[in-house]
T-cell receptor, first 110, second 115 residues
């Protein structure tokens, strides 16, 4: 089967750096994605890692270690608007579908 | 990325009625679309994979006779919730793959409330 684990909640202050971890178990691995979802809205794509290492996109970076079945999303220079839920997701080669983790709710305080 | 729309954005219906939700890929021809359901403060649960011109593939535990999916064209997939009950009240979201499994582009979602 497939499963992903990530913390349920994280709180940080404006301007800080926060790391959201994700561990996964999957039969057939293609890559790890991250999505952001604000309350009442739809998820939006943030980043994707197919290979080991760090991918940087502006204030957001994502890391993957395939040998450890582990990845993280790093958010720098936190802003209030970053308060949202963040989901890690695996793209399974089995059915070319995306399975999502339970989500991490990030609260950014002033 | 792909632009995806959904209609309606919200719907309230009586128990026992059927509701149709449309998902349109506005700038991308999608042979495959995905339907998700999300309950409050929970994750997105994949319900089914909609395949253009053929039957949808349903995830385990999802009743195919209750959630009817039709993918008649490369730009339109519909989800019909038949004989809706209050427990079907949820946020239904469709997505389109962005040319690979690495990216999913989501519609804005449809909030269904069954009274």
């Amino acid at each position: 089967g497939q499963s992903l684990e990530q913390p349920s909640e994280v709180t940080a202050v404006e301007g800080a750096i926060v790391q959201i971890n994700c561990t996964y178990q999957t039969s057939g691995f293609y890559g790890l994605s991250w999505y952001q979802q604000h309350d009442g809205g739809a998820p939006t794509f943030l980043s994707y890692n197919a290979l080991d290492g760090l991918e940087e996109t502006g204030r957001f970076s994502s890391f993957l270690s395939r040998s450890d079945s582990y990845g993280y999303l790093l958010l720098q220079e936190l802003q209030m608007k970053d308060s949202a839920s963040y989901f890690c997701a695996v793209a399974s080669t089995g059915g070319f579908k995306t399975i999502f983790g339970a989500g991490t709710r990030l609260f950014v305080k002033a | 990325g792909a632009v995806v729309s959904q209609h309606p954005s919200w719907v309230i219906c009586k128990s026992g009625t059927s509701v149709k939700i449309e998902c349109r890929s506005l700038d991308f021809q999608a042979t495959t679309m995905f339907w998700y359901r999300q309950f409050p403060k929970q994750s997105l649960m994949l319900m089914a994979t909609s395949n253009e011109g053929s039957k949808a593939t349903y995830e385990q535990g999802v009743e195919k006779d209750k959630f009817l999916i039709n993918h008649a064209s490369l730009t339109l997939s519909t989800l019909t919730v038949t004989s809706a009950h209050p427990e079907d009240s949820s946020f239904y979201i469709c997505s389109v793959g962005g040319g690979g499994v690495d990216t999913q582009y989501f519609g804005p979602g449809t909030r269904l409330t069954v009274l």
